[in-house]
T-cell receptor
């Protein structure tokens, strides 16, 4: 199974954009890229997912490199409620049962 | 609507005892997942149910762990003869492939402590 690499921690200031990187150099052509986040003492929460093209939704944007070996989750204006652990995960098309979860990036947001 | 619920929220047990953890998925969700999260770690896949198909049990760490899903809804994860290394947060998630194949909705988890 392809794995992802993320920085252990990042820090941002409130109302500033945040770019969370993820490397997945062994990604296969059919792997989807998912992002989830986990707030303290809560279960993970879906953020966004994509395959090849950049994606936008209410929560964030996902920028996928042309070679798909890396991606970046973009929070356009960080709020204190965005402080969480962000997980970048790969799954095979039609088989998201076995999402391989790494340690994620712990994002701190300063007021 | 109601999200995924899990009970109990916390469970403290003695080594060697059996425990049952319950998950109520979102109504209508045919897929259900169990994960385990040890302190400071990512999630570890345990088992997956999809409709009436045979469950994918490939993530269960030992034969002390079992799970069932009755009537395609509520699921129970059972750990027999608990060990201290079983202490973790057990998370349940559900999804609806007809709505969004790739979105899993998680419950708040059950924190299990084995003394």
């Amino acid at each position: 199974d392809a794995k992802t690499t993320q920085p252990n921690s990042m820090e941002s200031n409130e109302e500033e954009p945040v770019h969370l990187p993820c490397n997945h150099s062994t990604i296969s052509g059919t792997d989807y890229i998912h992002w989830y986040r986990q707030l303290p003492s809560q279960g993970p929460e879906y953020v966004i997912h994509g395959l090849t093209s950049n994606v936008n939704n209410r929560m964030a944007s996902l920028a996928i490199a042309e070679d798909r070996k890396s991606s970046t989750l973009i929070l356009h204006r960080a709020t204190l409620r965005d402080a969480a652990v962000y997980y970048c995960i790969l799954s095979q098309a039609g088989n998201n049962r076995k999402l391989i979860w790494g340690l994620g990036t712990s994002l701190a947001v300063n007021p | 609507g109601a999200g995924v619920s899990q009970s109990p929220s916390n469970k403290v047990t003695e080594k060697g005892k059996d425990v049952e953890l319950r998950c109520d998925p979102i109504s209508g969700h045919t897929a259900l997942y169990w994960y385990r999260q040890s302190l400071g770690q990512g999630l570890e896949f345990l088992i997956y149910f999809q409709g009436n198909s045979a469950p994918d049990k490939s993530g269960l760490p030992s034969d002390r762990f079992s799970a069932e899903r009755t009537g395609g809804s509520v699921s129970t994860l059972t750990i027999q003869r608990t060990q201290q290394e079983d202490s973790a947060v057990y998370l349940c998630a559900s999804s609806s492939p007809t709505v969004s194949l790739y979105t899993q909705y998680f419950g708040p988890g059950t924190r299990l402590t084995v003394l």
